[in-house]
């Protein structure tokens, strides 16, 4: 079998499927593309209607035996099904759903903040070529061009708030994990909230437990190992358009 994992910087959904992907032994060719200069849409991967019309529009692609496929807490799960070692999603059915609607409300909610959040304070260069989605090009259009709508950016610095606060509460019974062993759900909250105490610091204020949390994904190794990845000094603030416009308020 032969797997492919083309990525961008570690942050966001390709610091997520990188570490999945360490974290349980898969062999996968890794391949660097800039997604900030939206390479994933002008012909450096294998592209079909799913990629095109992904939930996040930018991120990491993994293709195996020439199969694409996108959307990072989707992939992960793929990993974790192929993969060696412990499981990154409980056993449990319903000890699995709430892992899987955690990680809908950090694909609805804060990756959609952060990536705003994160674009006005450092835009992409130029639209790239052959996007497919109108909604995406339009957004890429925007971000390029510093349209940023105060309104918005209030509203996307309210959610991290809210996203922390819900992290702190979670970890608020002395759980190291957020849902239980380590798993997808640390990864992808990680993974977007990495960048965001430079950028919105009041929401991480008298947090202590998310915090802690932080500290403790980043020092996994397999996050570590991602991380080295880095091209850039700042990886957490490397940022494309790319997570749809949230659905969730």
């Known amino acids: 079998m032969t797997t492919i994992l083309y990525h961008g910087e570690p942050n966001g959904p390709s610091l997520t499927v990188l570490a999945a992907a360490f974290e349980k032994q898969v062999d996968v060719t890794l391949e660097r593309i800039d997604l900030a200069a939206g390479e994933r849409h002008a012909g450096a991967v294998p592209r079909t209607m799913e990629i095109d019309l992904s939930i996040e529009g930018e991120g990491?692609?993994?293709v195996v035996d020439g199969t694409p496929m996108a959307d990072s807490v989707f992939v992960a799960c793929y990993l974790d099904d192929v993969g060696a070692g412990?499981?990154?999603?409980?056993?449990d059915p319903y000890a699995r759903w709430q892992t899987m609607a955690w990680c809908r409300y950090v694909i609805e909610r804060i990756a959609p903040a952060a990536a705003y959040i994160g674009l006005s304070d450092a835009p992409p260069r130029a639209v790239p070529p052959g996007i497919a989605s109108v909604d995406l090009a339009d957004r890429w259009r925007a971000a390029v061009e510093g349209q940023v709508d105060q309104a918005r950016l209030d509203d996307s610095r309210s959610k991290i708030a809210q996203g922390v606060d819900k992290?702190?509460?979670?970890?608020?019974?002395?759980?190291?994990?957020?849902?239980?062993?380590?798993?997808?759900?640390?990864?992808?909250?990680?993974?977007?909230?990495?960048?965001?105490?430079?950028?919105?610091?009041?929401?991480f204020a008298a947090h202590p437990r998310t915090s802690a949390w932080?500290?403790?994904v980043?020092?996994?190794?397999?996050?570590?190992?991602?991380?080295?990845?880095?091209?850039?000094?700042?990886?957490?603030?490397?940022w494309a358009p790319g997570p749809e416009i949230n659905r969730w308020g």
């Open 86 to 91: 412990a499981p990154l999603r409980p056993a």
């Open 167 to 203: 992290v702190e509460a979670q970890l608020a019974d002395g759980r190291d994990w957020l849902m239980g062993d380590f798993g997808i759900a640390d990864l992808e909250s990680y993974a977007w909230l990495a960048g965001m105490p430079r950028l919105v610091p009041d929401a």
């Open 60 to 62: 990491p692609v993994l």
């Open 218 to 238: 980043k020092a996994r190794p397999s996050v570590a190992r991602a991380l080295a990845l880095a091209t850039t000094p700042v990886p957490e603030a490397a």
């Open 214 to 216: 932080l500290d403790r």
